[in-house]
């Protein structure tokens, strides 16, 4: 019999790595700001159906008109990390960014910076109303589409999200995906998570993909950058990544990066930093073959 998974420091069950529930109503963290607020959580409520139904049905992102309220809280945040992305991002991802026009003026649409990532990397945004278990997740992915929230979160903590939101998904996952390196990366772990049946496989490409695609860092010229969304949508995480004492940096070892757990919430102090993309696309590769996976 197997060992028992760990995730999060938590022994879990194997099952629910290959059989997630689906959560048909809203449910969000008891830590969520905002949960007082009555006109938010209507509005949460109502962006949480609208983009359900549009996952569901196979439909592009919905257009969301936002508010003045909203429009404000993007382009605080937005400004605040454009300042750090400058400085501390990876040159693939500032590329993107500027190719994309994600400004810090207007709330982008998740439906128009679909329309460019499948002219250019043949991969699309799926409209979603949260985030969704990780094996729903990665089937999505496996099809070159990749799950984005649009709503945002609460006014009163403009720096802090339990969950991700828009401007986690908007800043920190859709720019990586004009990449063709990064596009095919996260293709074949999506591949790879949804043929598995095997729960310690699924746990152990969650974790490639967390320490790469969720909180990578990246050698640059002889410096290291930021590549993870996690961090790049995050006005703490940038500087905690690159500059904190209380943070390991260690070489991306595949052999060490699928065995070590982590806790999505705090802030991270356990990071890998991977060469390039193209040794992270042919990692995948080599731990995909290793588990036997046959993926197209
Ligand atoms: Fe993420």
Redesign the pocket.
């Known amino acids: 019999m197997k060992e028992a998974l760990i995730q999060y420091g938590q022994v879990i069950d194997p099952r629910m790595m290959v059989a997630p529930p689906d959560a048909a109503e809203l449910e969000v963290d008891p830590k969520t700001p905002g949960l007082d607020d009555a006109d938010y959580m209507a509005r949460r409520r109502g962006i949480f159906d609208l983009t359900r139904q549009h996952r569901l049905n196979r439909l592009e992102p919905p257009v969301f008109e936002y508010t003045p309220e909203e429009t404000r809280l993007w382009q605080d945040v937005s400004t605040r990390l454009d300042e750090l992305h400058q400085k501390h991002a990876c040159g693939m991802y500032l590329r993107a960014k500027r190719d994309l026009a994600i400004m810090t003026s207007v709330v982008p649409q998740m439906g128009h910076l679909s329309e460019r990532l499948r002219a250019e990397t043949q991969t699309h945004l799926v409209p979603a109303e949260g985030?969704l278990p990780y094996r729903t997740f990665y089937e999505y992915i496996a099809e070159r589409g990749f799950p984005v929230t649009q709503f945002l979160r609460h006014p009163s903590h403009p720096e802090f999200t339990p969950e991700?939101d828009m401007i986690?998904?908007c800043l920190?996952?859709v720019p990586p995906f004009m990449d063709r390196d990064y596009a095919e990366l996260i293709t074949l772990i999506g591949k790879a998570a949804a043929t598995t049946t095997d729960g310690e496989q699924v746990l152990m490409l969650k974790r490639f993909s967390w320490f790469s695609?969720?909180f990578g860092l990246i050698e640059e010229a002889g410096e290291t950058k930021v590549f993870g969304?996690?961090i790049l949508?995050s006005t703490g995480e940038i500087p905690n990544s690159l500059f904190s004492r209380e943070v390991t940096r260690r070489p991306f070892v595949t052999e060490v990066v699928v065995n070590t757990d982590y806790d999505p919430t705090y802030m991270q102090t356990n990071l890998f930093v991977a060469p390039s993309l193209p040794f992270l696309r042919q990692e995948a590769e080599a731990l995909v073959r290793r588990f036997g996976l046959q993926v197209g």
Do not use: F
């Open positions: 985030s991700p986690h998904d920190g996952h695609i969720e969304a996690g949508s």
